[in-house]
Nanobody
Framework: EVQLVESGGGLVQPGGSLRLSCAVSGFSFGTSEMTWVRQAPGKQREAVAVITHGGNTNYADSVKGRFTVSRDNAENILYLQMNSLRPEDTAVYYC?????????????WGQGTQVTVSS
């Protein structure tokens, strides 16, 4: 079965740091494009960081310079290092995996981990 499990969320003060992890199983991690997506109440869903199977990365302007996405293909784990956190970073952070099966693009989602930035 396909399973994506996020962890590492919690409560942190503004300016603090957190590292999120996403453990992937039942999905071809090494050939998948991985994305961190966040959702805050009353706000539009936002893809904050993307890393391709080849290691290329892209970031939303709102997190550029503060967040770093990486992947460990040997262990099938996706990471998001979050520094200089702001209250507006408060959201549920979801891990998304995408891959091609023949010509069809398929995706899988985790259940999310809550990040709260507050003093």
């Amino acid at each position: 079965e396909v399973q994506l499990v996020e962890s590492g969320g919690g409560l942190v003060q503004p300016g603090g740091s957190l590292r999120l992890s996403c453990a992937v199983s039942g999905f071809s991690f090494g050939t998948s494009e991985m994305t961190w997506v966040r959702q805050a109440p009353g706000k539009q869903r936002e893809a904050v960081a993307v890393i391709t199977h080849g290691g290329n990365t892209n970031y939303a302007d709102s997190v550029k310079g503060r967040f770093t996405v990486s992947r460990d293909n040997a262990e099938n784990i996706l990471y998001l290092q979050m520094n200089s956190l702001r209250p507006e970073d408060t959201a549920v952070y979801y891990c998304n995996a995408q891959k091609f099966v023949d010509t069809d693009l398929v995706s899988a989602w985790g259940q999310g981990t809550q990040v709260t930035v507050s003093s």
